[in-house]
C-alpha cells in the first residue's frame, strides 16, 4: 500500500472526526444556552413573585389590623400621633422603604421587575414618588427619614431618594 494514500486517508478521517466534534459542541453549545436562558427567566419570575409578595405582606399591616389603618390614616391627614402610634406608622414606613429599596436594587442589577419593565432604578423610584412623597410629607414620616433611614438603608438609596424629593421640590 502507497503511504501517500494512507496519509491521505487518515488526514480525511481526522476532518470528519474535527467536523463531527464541531457539530457536536455547536448543539451543546446550544442546549446549554437554552437552559442557561429559561434559568434566567425562572430567575426573573422568581424575583418579582418575592417582591410582589414583599409589597402583599408590606400592606397587609394595614389590611389585617384596624388599628393600624387607623393610625395611617391619622398620620396621612397629618393628625398627631402619640409615641406608640409614631413607632408603628414608622415602622409601616420601614417596610414600605424595605420593599422599595429591593425594587431600587433589583433595577440597579437589571433583575426582577427592572429587567422585565426595561426601567432604571431611578424610573422605579420616580413612578412610586406620589405615593412615597406622601409618606415622607408627614411629620413622622420626616422625622424618620432624617434621623432613621438613612442607618436602615442603602447610601446609594438614600441618595437617590433625596435626589428625588430635591429634583421634586424645586419643580
Known sequence: MNWGVVGAIVELAAVIAIFITLFYLSVQIKQSSQALDRSNEYAQAASIHETNAL?????????????????????????????????????FLNAYFAWSEDMYCQAEAHLGFGEYTKMDSMQILEGEYGYWGRLLATDVGEFWWKDVAAHLFSPDFIKAINKIRSNAQSD
Open 55 to 91: 409589597f402583599v405582606q408590606v400592606f397587609s399591616f394595614l389590611i389585617q389590623d384596624q388599628e393600624m389603618a387607623s393610625i395611617y390614616h391619622r398620620a396621612m391627614k397629618s393628625e398627631d400621633l402619640n409615641g406608640v402610634d409614631s413607632v408603628r406608622f414608622a415602622s
